[in-house]
C-alpha cells in the first residue's frame, strides 16, 4: 500500500522516464531494487523498493548521476560491474558485502543492457545469508555431536548394511569408516550371540530394541556392548539408528560383583518383602542348606524356618523391613533339605519403594554349639570346683575328728601312765621289775605319746591350710580402688612385733593404687611380708624392702629382702601346695604362696620371684591399675 | 545347773563323747548324760518317735550337739528343735571340730545358745569342756512339757 501510495505521489512519468505506465506501475510494486542508467550513469528510473532499500527517494536521485548520488559506492565493485555491462552490452549477475553504512548488507545484483544504457535490478540478501549460514551452522554442530559422541553410532539400512558410523564407533571396534561403510551389522557381531534374543537382524526390530550384545572388534577381540536400536525416517527411506555402548568396565565390575556373590560362604539373598519370597539366592544357599536355587526361588522363606522361630522372624519382617529400617544379628532357624536346622544370623537392608531386601546370612550353627559346649563346660568346671571344694572341706572335717580321740586319747594315755608310776611308786615290786619298768615308763612310752601327739598336732596344721586354702577360692570378691600405702601400712602393724622382735629394718616406698579385694591382698602382702620375714639370713641385719611402680595398665610391688635365697632349682616348686623349703624355719604348712598365687588368680594379678641364693628374693605381685579397668 | 537337768550329747564319734564325758566330769558336772550316735536318734528321742528311749514330760534338757552327723545331721536337728515351740525353750549349744565361719554362722542364725570347737590340742580341749562346764553349772534350764509344737 505504501508503494502505490509512494508512487500516486510522485507520479508515473517522474519515477522512470520513457516507460510505459503499465510496465512502470508493475515495476513499482516488485520487491526487487530496480533503477536504469543512462550512459552517463544519471539515473532515469529509480522503483518504491529501491528507494526502501538505498534509502533514497526517487525524486532526490532521478536525474543524477548515480556515484553523485551514492559517493560510497564509487570505485566499487557496482561502478566497475555498471561501466562493463554499459560498454559490453552483456548482462552480468554479482553478489556482494558492501561495507559501508548505512548500506552494510549482502546483495544480489543483476545487471543487463538496455536502449538508454543499463537496467539494473537487485536485492538485498544479507537476511537469507545469515538464516543459511545458521542453518550450515546447525548442521555442522549436529555433526559434531555426531562425531564425538562417546558412545558409538552407526546408521543402518534396513537390510543390515551399514551406512554411517562416527568416531567412537571406530575407536570401539577398529574399523575406519569407509570400512564399516562395506559391512553388514553381522559382520560385528560375536558369533555366539548371533541369533539370540535382541541380536537378531536390526531391521526385524519393529520399533526399537535395547539389549545387550558381544561385538567383535577388528583384532578379533571381543567386546560387551549394550545396543539401543531405533526405527526412523529420513527421506522416505527407513533406517535404524544404532547407539552402542562399550559396557565392558561395567561387565567387569558386575562380574566381580557377581564373583564375590557366588564365592561368598554367607548366604546372600534378594527377597520380595511384599510376598515374602526369594528372587535371588546365592550358591551358599545349596551348600549350607541343601536345597537347589529352584527350589528356593519363588518359595516363601517362612516354609523354611524353624516353627519356633516363624513368629520371630515374621515380626522381623513386619516391624522392621516393611517399615525400612535393617535388621543387624537377627537369629533363626532354617530347615535344610536333608531336615536338620541351621542356625543363621542375618543382616538385611530393605528397600521398600523396590519391595525388596538385600540379606546376608551366616552360618553361626558351629558358634552357637561351640558356645554351648563353653557354657556346658564351664558349669562342669564349676560344679568340679564345688565338688573338690566339698571335698577339701570335708576331708579335712572328717579327717581332724580321728586327731582329735588320736591326741585326747595320748594325752588320756599319758595321765595313766603317771597314774601308774605313782601306783607303782606307792607298792614296792622287785628290783629287777623296776629296773624294767623303768625305761618303758620313762622313755618308750612317753618317747612314743611325743610322736603321737606332734604327728597329729602336725596333721592338724596341714588339714587347718586345706581348709584355708578351700576358703580362699570361694567367697564373693569385692573389686574395689585399693590405698596400697593405707594396706601395707594395715599389713605392717598387725605384723609389727614380729619385724621388732628379729630388729628387722623395714623399708617402704610410696605405693600405686590398684584395685582388688582389701581382704584378699591383705592376705597376699601378709603372706609374702611373713615369708621375707621367716626366711632372713640370721647372720645379717634383716632389710626388707617394698616398692611399687606402674607398668602400663598393671600396677607392681616389689617384696625385696636380703635373706637366705632360694636356689634356682627350687623357684618353680615354690608354689606348689604343702612345699616348705625349710621345714626347721617357724611354723607354717607350707601353704603361704599356694594361696598368694592362687588369691592373685582370681584377681587377675600375678606374681613372679627372683631370687640368689646367699643374697635374698625380690617377690614382684602386679595387680590391675586404679585407674584401668573402671 | 540343777542335778535334774539331764545332758543331752548327741556325738557319732564314741571317742569324742567319751572324752566329753570324762572332762565334764572333771568339771564337776555330775549330772546324767544321754549319748545319741547320730541327728535321727536324737530327734526320735526329742519328738518321742521310733522304738528307742523318748524323753520324758515335765523335765530339764541341755542339748550337746555334733554337727557332723550320720542320716541327720546337728544344724538340721537344731533347726527342727529352734522351730518347735516347746523344745526351742532347751539350750543346745554346738560341739564340733569345725570352725567354718559359715557353719558357726549358720549355727548362730538358727538360733544355737552356744558353739565350741573342739580342738586338737588336748590341753585346749580339756579347757573347752571346763568352760562348758561352767556354762552348764550357772545356766538356768527351763522344764519343757510333755507336747511338741510338731505334733
Keep these: 500500500m505504501s508503494i502505490r501510495k509512494n508512487s500516486a505521489d510522485k507520479g508515473m512519468e517522474k519515477w522512470c522516464e520513457g516507460v510505459e505506465v503499465d510496465t512502470a506501475i508493475i515495476l513499482d510494486y516488485i520487491s526487487d531494487g530496480f533503477f536504469v542508467l543512462d550512459k552517463e550513469m544519471v539515473v532515469t528510473c529509480f522503483n518504491g523498493a529501491a528507494e526502501r532499500y538505498l534509502q533514497k527517494s526517487a525524486a532526490d536521485v532521478l536525474g543524477q548521476p548515480l556515484f553523485d548520488v551514492f559517493p560510497e559506492a564509487r570505485n566499487s565493485i557496482f561502478e566497475t560491474k555498471y561501466r562493463e555491462v554499459m560498454e559490453t552490452r552483456h548482462p552480468t549477475a554479482f553478489e556482494t558485502w558492501f561495507d559501508t553504512p548505512p548500506y ?39 555433526r559434531i555431536l555426531f562425531e564425538e559422541a562417546p558412545d558409538a553410532i552407526f546408521i543402518e539400512a534396513l537390510d543390515d548394511r551399514i551406512l554411517d558410523t562416527n568416531a567412537a564407533a571406530s575407536r570401539m571396534l577398529g574399523y575406519s569408516r569407509e570400512e564399516f561403510r562395506s559391512m553388514t551389522v553381522a559382520d ?38 549394550e545396543v539401543n536400536n531405533s526405527r526412523m525416517h529420513v527421506r522416505n527411506q527407513e533406517l535404524v539408528l544404532s547407539i552402542v555402548r562399550d559396557i565392558s568396565d561395567r561387565k567387569q565390575v558386575e562380574e566381580e560383583l557377581t564373583q564375590i556373590f557366588r564365592m561368598s560362604l554367607d548366604l546372600i539373598s534378594i527377597a520380595d518383602i511384599n ?72 543382616v538385611s537392608h530393605p528397600l521398600p519403594e523396590k519391595g525388596v531386601t538385600y540379606s546376608i546370612a551366616r552360618d553361626v550353627t558351629e558358634q552357637k554349639r561351640a558356645q554351648r559346649e563353653l557354657v556346658r563346660l564351664n558349669t562342669e568346671l ?201 621345714p626347721s624355719r617357724g611354723s607354717g604348712e607350707g601353704l603361704g604362696l599356694t594361696i598368694v598365687r592362687r588369691i592373685l588368680g582370681r584377681l587377675g594379678g600375678d606374681i613372679r620371684v627372683e631370687s640368689e641364693i646367699g643374697t635374698g628374693s625380690r617377690f614382684c605381685v602386679s595387680l590391675p591399675t586404679g585407674e584401668t579397668e573402671k | 545347773m540343777h542335778q535334774d537337768v539331764v545332758i543331752l550329747l548327741a556325738e557319732d564319734d564314741a571317742g569324742h563323747a567319751n572324752l ?64 518347735d515351740p516347746e523344745l526351742r525353750k532347751m539350750p543346745v549349744l ?38 562348758l562346764g561352767m556354762f552348764l553349772a550357772v545356766v538356768q534350764v527351763p522344764v519343757i512339757n510333755g507336747k511338741t509344737g510338731e505334733e
Aim: aromatic share 8%; charged share 30%; net charge negative.
Design chain 1, 104 to 142: 552494510r548488507n549482502w546483495y544480489e545484483v543483476r545487471v543487463f543492457p538496455c536502449r538508454k544504457g543499463i537496467t539494473v535490478c537487485f536485492q538485498v540478501t544479507t537476511e537469507r545469508r545469515e538464516a543459511e549460514a545458521a542453518l550450515y551452522e546447525s548442521e555442522e554442530w549436529f
Design chain 1, 382 to 582: 564349676a560344679e568340679k570346683n564345688t565338688e573338690l571344694e566339698q571335698v577339701v572341706y570335708v576331708a579335712s572335717h572328717d579327717l581332724r575328728s580321728p586327731l582329735v580321740n588320736i591326741a585326747g586319747y595320748s594325752k588320756e594315755l599319758a595321765y595313766a601312765v603317771e597314774d601308774l608310776r605313782r601306783v607303782l611308786d606307792q607298792v614296792s615290786a622287785a628290783p629287777e621289775a623296776e629296773k624294767a619298768l623303768a625305761p618303758i615308763l620313762d622313755e618308750d612310752i612317753p618317747e612314743a605319746l611325743h610322736f603321737i601327739r606332734t604327728s597329729a598336732s602336725k596333721m592338724d596344721a596341714l588339714l587347718m591350710g586345706l581348709l584355708r586354702l578351700s576358703r580362699s577360692g570361694r567367697g564373693a570378691l569385692k573389686i574395689e580402688p585399693l590405698d596400697m600405702n593405707e594396706l601395707i601400712t594395715r599389713v605392717i602393724d598387725s605384723t609389727d612385733f614380729q619385724f621388732r622382735e628379729g630388729g628387722i629394718t623395714l623399708n617402704v616406698s610410696d605405693l600405686p593404687p590398684c584395685r582388688g579385694d582389701a581382704v584378699q591382698v591383705n592376705q597376699v602382702f601378709s603372706n609374702l611380708l611373713d615369708n621375707a620375714r621367716k626366711y632372713l639370713d640370721p647372720r645379717r641385719q634383716g632389710i626388707i624392702r617394698i616398692s611399687g611402680t606402674i607398668e602400663g595398665e598393671r600396677s607392681v610391688y616389689c617384696i625385696e629382702d636380703n635373706g637366705v635365697g632360694i636356689a634356682p632349682g627350687h623357684l618353680d616348686k615354690i608354689f606348689e601346695i604343702f612345699h616348705r623349703l625349710d
Design chain 1, 275 to 346: 510376598t515374602a519370597t526369594f528372587k535371588r539366592v546365592n550358591p551358599a544357599f545349596t551348600t549350607v542348606l541343601g536345597y537347589s536355587e529352584e527350589e528356593l526361588l519363588g518359595r516363601p522363606f517362612l516354609d523354611f524356618v524353624h516353627p519356633d522361630d516363624i513368629e520371630a522372624t515374621t515380626r522381623s519382617l513386619e516391624e522392621k523391613l516393611k517399615t525400612g529400617s535393617s535388621v543387624f544379628h537377627f537369629l533363626n532357624r532354617y530347615r535344610q533339605k536333608s531336615g536338620g536346622y541351621r542356625w543363621l544370623s542375618w
Design chain 1, 188 to 225: 560385528l557381531q560375536a558369533p555366539e550371540v548371533r541369533g539370540e534374543e535382541g541380536n537378531i537382524l536390526r531391521k526385524e526390530l519393529a520399533q526399537g530394541a535395547f539389549f545387550e550384545g558381544l561385538d567383535i572388534r577388528k583384532d578379533g577381540t571381543r567386546i560387551p556392548v
Design chain 2, 94 to 131: 554346738m560341739i564340733t571340730t569345725t570352725d567354718d565361719p559359715r557353719e558357726v554362722e549358720r549355727s548362730h542364725a538358727l538360733g544355737c545358745n552356744n558353739y565350741i570347737t573342739k580342738p586338737i590340742d588336748y590341753d585346749k580341749f580339756v579347757n573347752a569342756i571346763r568352760q
Design chain 2, 20 to 83: 566329753i564325758r570324762k572332762n565334764l566330769a572333771r568339771a564337776g558336772i555330775v549330772n546324767e548324760i544321754l549319748l545319741f550316735r547320730d541327728g535321727q536318734e536324737i530327734l526320735d528321742f526329742l519328738f518321742q518317735q521310733g522304738d528307742g528311749l523318748h524323753r520324758e514330760p515335765e523335765c530339764a534338757y541341755v542339748l550337746l550337739l555334733d554337727i557332723r552327723m550320720p542320716k541327720v545331721d546337728g544344724l538340721q536337728v537344731l533347726e527342727r528343735v529352734k522351730n
